[in-house]
Nanobody, 122 residues
């Protein structure tokens, strides 16, 4: 079992930055691929970014590529999402997820946090 707790969400103006954190506890964190997904109001949850557990390879949705950076610190059992040049369309609840494989499909993820709200004002 893995427990995930997100933090760092909040209200920011367009063009600003936020860094989300996801603290993991439970089973060996470093064995899991980690991902960030987001769900905007009245929309389905979508993939944002992912990172493998071994090589640290990263993957991004086209909508965030070049603006968001995912990273992980296995010693601290924490994964981060640095979000720059934020846009109003980035407004969403951001969820941290863990899975045995890196995936852009939320159905492939095994564990989820409760989410943190990011609101970007225009």
């Amino acid at each position: 079992q893995v427990q995930l707790v997100e933090s760092g969400g909040g209200l920011v103006q367009a063009g600003g930055s936020l860094r989300l954190s996801c603290a993991a506890s439970g089973r060996t964190f470093s064995s899991y691929a980690m991902g960030w997904f987001r769900q905007a109001p009245r929309k389905e949850r979508e993939f944002a970014a992912a990172i493998t557990w071994r090589s640290g390879s990263t993957y991004y949705a086209d909508s965030v590529k070049g603006r968001f950076t995912i990273s992980r610190d296995n010693a601290k059992n924490t994964v981060y999402l640095q979000m720059n040049s934020l846009k109003p369309e980035d407004t969403a609840v951001y969820y941290c997820a863990a899975g045995m494989v890196v995936s852009m499909n939320d159905s492939d993820m095994d564990y989820w946090g409760k989410g943190t709200l990011v609101t970007v004002s225009s």
